[in-house]
């Protein structure tokens, strides 16, 4: 079975300033994590995936997020925050075939202050 | 390169009453899922398909929801009756194979369903 677990609701940080999103999984294969972001009334838009490459994945608009095995952790990171980057952020668990269906977090509302 | 489609974008219903959603893939997608957002909450998978066969419909409530696609390209999601718990987005996604693997899903914008 698995599982995400976003550890924050919401964020709020200001303009200019580091994002950290919050994000443990519980898988029982080797997983592939993504994010998605969703901005309101739009789509989910793929920000990055890992599958088992490199631990430290990049990602669109200057996030990046690494996955941690012994941590099973996949944190979400950008050094500064623009006031575009306001919108729905979902971890999300999968196998690494991708033949497993799309398990998500609860979701992790940043809101960013001018 | 076009992305999933969908209609309508908004939809408001009174309870018991027939609703349906459509959706496009993109071209040469042949996996096709349906997935319910509660407010709140992140989406929930309801239905996959490849091609026009079902993989997975384990978490859809064949009691109301249905789902089709009939030739292989674009689907048809119906719910009847419509409950007021229905309220939510409904999120068409489509993704490819490549070997024995499910490559990216790629979602479209989403339909608002209000049941009152």
């Known amino acids: 079975a698995q599982s995400v677990t976003q550890l924050d609701s919401h964020v709020s940080v200001s303009e200019g300033t580091p994002v950290l999103l919050r994000c443990n999984y519980s898988s029982s294969y080797s997983p592939s994590l993504f994010w998605y972001v969703q901005h309101p009334n739009k789509g989910l838009q793929l920000l990055l995936k890992?599958?088992?490459?490199?631990?430290l994945v990049k990602g669109i608009n200057g996030f990046e997020a690494e996955f941690k095995k012994s941590e099973t952790s996949f944190h979400l990171t950008k050094p500064s925050a623009h006031m575009s980057d306001a919108a729905e952020y979902f971890c999300v668990v999968s196998d690494r075939t991708g033949n497993t269906p799309l398990v998500f977090g609860k979701g992790t509302r940043l809101s960013v202050i001018a | 390169e076009a992305g999933v489609a969908q209609s309508p974008r908004y939809k408001i219903i009174e309870k018991r009453q027939s609703v349906a959603f459509w959706c496009n893939p993109i071209s040469g997608h042949a996996t096709l899922y349906w997935y319910q957002q509660i407010l709140g909450q992140g989406p929930k998978l309801l239905i996959q398909f490849q091609n026009n066969g079902v993989v997975d419909d384990s978490q859809l409530p064949k009691d109301r929801f249905s789902a089709e696609r009939l030739k292989g390209v674009d689907s048809t999601l119906k719910i009847q009756p419509a409950k007021l718990e229905d309220s939510a987005v409904y999120l068409c996604?489509?993704?490819?194979?490549?070997?024995?693997?499910?490559?990216?899903?790629?979602f479209g914008p989403g339909t608002r369903l209000l049941v009152l």
């Open positions: 996604a489509s993704s490819y194979r490549e070997g024995p693997y499910e490559k990216t899903q790629y």
């Open positions: 890992y599958t088992s490459a490199a631990t």
